[in-house]
Antibody, heavy 123, light 109 residues
Framework: EVYLVESGGDLVQPGGSLRLSCAAS????????MAWVRQAPGKGLEWVAN????????YYVDSVRGRFTISRDNAKNSLYLHMHSLRPEDTAVYYC????????????????WGQGTLVTVSS | EIVLTQSPGTLSLSPGERATFSCWAS???????LAWYHQVPGQAPRLLIR???TRATGVPGRFSGSGSGTDFTLTISRLEPEDLGLYYC??????????FGQGTKLEFK
């Protein structure tokens, strides 16, 4: 069974930094794109970033580009989100998700999600 | 940049009724790029439909997706109590970011 378990969420002051982690199990981690999706309190879902299988390709939503860095350690079956220069508007539950992005078969979706970790940016 | 608009904002129905959720794209998109998710408040989203019309593994047959171009629909033929919550469409493709619609809330009368 696929499991994704996020950790690292915390209360942090504006301008601060935080690193989120996602531990994956139950599937061959190196075979999949992975993503971070966030949800501000009472709001909808926002795709934040993703990374390809070997970490050579990374993409970000404009609002976090230059402040957030996505990375992965395939030896540890782990995904990370390094967040810097945090703003109050970054307050959200951050979900780790497994993505299927197959341009040949034209299959695109996020099929497994973790339960999320809460990041609160406030003074 | 493509925008996804979902309607209605809230759907108030009774168990056993039919539910229809709409998702409009601001420009024509490849239907293979369109996914639907269900989220119970306080829980993670769950994939329902991929490629506009293919049910994800384990999703009951009462869920169906359709549409093409700019107009997409998620239908639940007969509502069950566990279907409460929020429903989101998402647009994938060859170029991120992969945007979501703003969501439709399903509540029971």
């Amino acid at each position: 069974e696929v499991y994704l378990v996020e950790s690292g969420g915390d209360l942090v002051q504006p301008g601060g930094s935080l690193r989120l982690s996602c531990a994956a199990s139950g599937f061959t981690f190196i075979n999949y794109w992975m993503a971070w999706v966030r949800q501000a309190p009472g709001k909808g879902l926002e795709w934040v970033a993703n990374i390809n299988q070997d970490g050579s390709a990374k993409y970000y939503v404009d609002s976090v580009r230059g402040r957030f860095t996505i990375s992965r350690d395939n030896a540890k079956n782990s995904l990370y989100l390094h967040m810097h220069s945090l703003r109050p508007e970054d307050t959200a539950v951050y979900y780790c998700a497994r993505e299927v992005l197959n341009h040949i078969l034209e299959d695109y979706y996020a099929d497994f999600w973790g339960q999320g970790t809460l990041v609160t940016v406030s003074s | 940049e493509i925008v996804l608009t979902q309607s209605p904002g809230t759907l108030s129905l009774s168990p056993g009724e039919r539910a229809t959720f709409s998702c409009w794209a601001s420009q024509s998109v490849n239907s293979n790029y369109l996914a639907w998710y269900h989220q119970v408040p306080g829980q993670a989203p769950r994939l329902l439909i991929r490629g506009a019309s293919t049910r994800a593994t384990g999703v009951p047959g009462r869920f169906s997706g359709s549409g093409s171009g700019t107009d997409f629909t998620l239908t639940i033929s007969r509502l069950e109590p566990e279907d409460l919550g929020l429903y989101y469409c998402q647009l994938y493709g060859r170029s991120p970011p992969y945007i979501f619609g703003q969501g439709t809330k399903l509540e029971f009368k």
